[in-house]
């Protein structure tokens, strides 16, 4: 369910999908007609793979996108951050216990015909929570369901406990139905890692407007029309092209050129040079994918990132003001840094800046680790007594190699720690390496990554409680974690958003991560593309893929 989840993308591979319009270069644009090529930032690599139930061990973000045109669920996220009914046509509520009945539509079917039913919302569940994949799934929300039943078109579900952010469990893309009749007895570990298909006939399966048909771990994903059609109007596109594109500048460099006909980059200062270019669109949006710093408290971590005065004096060292204007100055000079690590500024009353108080104070951070015992070395930097250890205050910094604008804000940080007297070391990875073995196998000291979160601080839940899935830092206060849990069961709004920002509250001092900036989205499509409306939240821009048209 975890959808905060992060954001995961080769120039020669678009050589290798188009043809020679004029015979003159190798270098070929998307076939027109019913074609589309989409740049994509992740995506394959010995560390990827395509399971988004598994969630914890596959790349989230990029896979909705990938996914959500194949895989369906009762709900789709809009840009309004409302949930729109999608293989369900209606659904009720009920309380004491909490119960959801949920009518799926009558011409919801795979593409190999057979019905969605009742059967495929229950094995979902019961594929969650098979013990066997405890170490694989967020199991949030669903193990509080007590029952799912119903063999036909209405399914119900039953909860030993209320669960206020139930509709989260079933998004499409990041959430979906499985169908029970193709993957009963299979292992979902891995049977879907390389494809989208029936293991026994390797036929694509799915119950969308498009079926992937083709995953190749260099190159790219491709999605065609399903034949057999789905609930909805079918899909105005036959094929969509996902080229991964891992180097930012190049994706900007290839839509400049038509190239590709659509990228969804993430905000770089070179986006900027698009604005007013002839034969292009861009849809900007500030939605709900929030760039952080997570610290690793396991272990493996960082001795120094264990102690709370160090990672206050970390925050202070950092001017993160400062550093957003350098990011985005051209880009949205109104974005300022983010100061909650449950909710967004354009959330309302709902936004308390909490965090704020930390702001750049390299004086007052030298001072903190002068009150700890630490000293100046002869290379600027402190050096603490940890558990009767002379310890630098050295920390080893992760990110994403090829994304500029990571980089770019590592520079102005790595320059400001150093001020302070604190050392940041440059550790940028392949995504594949960081989401896929670093992040889950806890080996690092600081992660600068995003998260993509619906509107709803649900998703969090398993971020910051003891033993989360998504507890990448291994962060643990038992009185917290307690806190976030009661979260689930609070069905008044205003009740439950009070205990949110009671325990960020308490966040913003213990500081179990230092939360950046709220990311704006940049949909930059060529202008004859239609029907395509940027989608800020976790389920991305392909959440209306069926409308889209050359």
Not at 199 to 213: A, H, R, S, V
Not at 314 to 341: E, H, I, W, Y
Not at 371 to 393: L, N
Not at 460 to 476: I, M, Q
């Amino acid at each position: 369910m975890r959808l905060n989840r992060l954001w995961l993308i080769v120039g020669l591979v678009v050589a290798a999908l188009a043809l020679a319009a004029n015979g003159s270069s190798g270098r070929q644009r998307a076939s027109a007609g019913g074609s589309l090529t989409f740049g994509a930032e992740q995506g394959g690599g010995p560390d990827w793979c395509l399971n988004s139930t598994m969630s914890v061990d596959c790349g989230e973000f990029w896979n909705v996108v990938y996914e959500t045109p194949v895989l369906r669920s009762a709900f789709v996220l809009t840009p309004k951050f409302t949930y729109k009914l999608d293989l369900i046509s209606k659904y009720t509520v009920q309380q004491n216990p909490q119960r959801i009945t949920l009518y799926i539509r009558k011409n919801a079917k795979w593409s190999d015909g057979v019905p969605v039913t009742g059967k495929d919302f229950r094995f979902l569940w019961q594929t969650i929570m098979n013990p066997a994949y405890k170490d694989h799934v967020d199991t949030t929300g669903w193990r509080q369901v007590r029952t799912v039943t119903g063999n036909g078109k209405v399914v119900k579900i039953i909860f030993r406990t209320p669960f206020a952010d139930w509709k989260d469990l079933l998004i499409a893309g990041a959430a979906p139905v499985l169908p029970q009749h193709v993957l009963q007895g299979t292992n979902q570990t891995t049977v879907w890692n390389t494809c989208i298909c029936d293991p026994k006939t390797g036929k694509p399966i799915g119950d969308g407007p498009f079926l992937l048909t083709k995953y190749d771990p260099s190159g790219g994903i491709t999605l065609q029309k399903n034949p057999a059609g789905w609930y909805g109007k079918p899909a105005k596109l036959s094929t969509i092209q996902f080229v991964y594109l891992t180097n930012t500048n190049t994706e900007i460099e290839q839509i400049r050129g038509r190239e590709i006909d659509v990228i969804y980059p993430q905000p770089q200062q070179s986006l900027s040079d698009l604005k007013g270019q002839s034969g292009l669109r861009i849809q900007s949006s500030l939605g709900t994918t929030w760039e952080h710093i997570d610290i690793q408290q396991g272990p493996q971590g960082n001795p120094v990132a264990k102690q709370q005065w160090a990672r206050q004096a970390l925050t202070l060292s950092l001017d993160r003001a400062a550093t957003v204007k350098a990011l985005f100055g051209q880009l949205n000079s109104g974005l300022k840094p983010l100061n909650n690590l449950f909710y967004f500024p354009n959330q309302g009353k709902a936004y308390v800046p909490h965090w704020s108080k930390w702001s750049y104070n390299p004086t007052k951070a030298e001072s903190l680790m002068k009150a700890h015992g630490c000293t100046k070395g002869g290379d600027g930097y402190y050096r603490c007594t940890i558990g009767g250890a002379s310890t630098k205050m050295t920390f080893s910094f992760e990110s994403t190699r090829g994304n500029r604008l990571r980089e770019l804000a590592f520079t102005f940080l790595q320059d400001q720690a150093k001020k302070a007297g604190i050392e940041l070391v440059n550790n940028f990875k392949p995504a594949g390496t960081v989401f896929g073995s670093d992040l889950p196998n806890h080996t690092f000291d600081l992660a600068m990554y995003a998260f993509v979160s619906t509107a709803d601080p649900g998703g969090r839940v398993p971020t910051y409680k003891c033993g989360g899935a998504s507890n990448f830092g291994l962060y643990c206060n038992p009185k917290t974690s307690k806190m976030l849990l009661q979260t689930d069961k609070i069905l008044v709004p205003t009740k439950r958003t009070a205990l949110f920002e009671k325990i960020d509250s308490i966040f913003s001092n213990e500081i179990p991560a230092i939360p950046l900036y709220q990311k704006p989205t940049f949909l930059v499509y060529k202008s004859g593309i239609k029907g395509m409306v940027d989608n800020p939240n976790s389920q991305g821009p392909t959440w209306n893929v069926e409308n889209w048209s050359k």
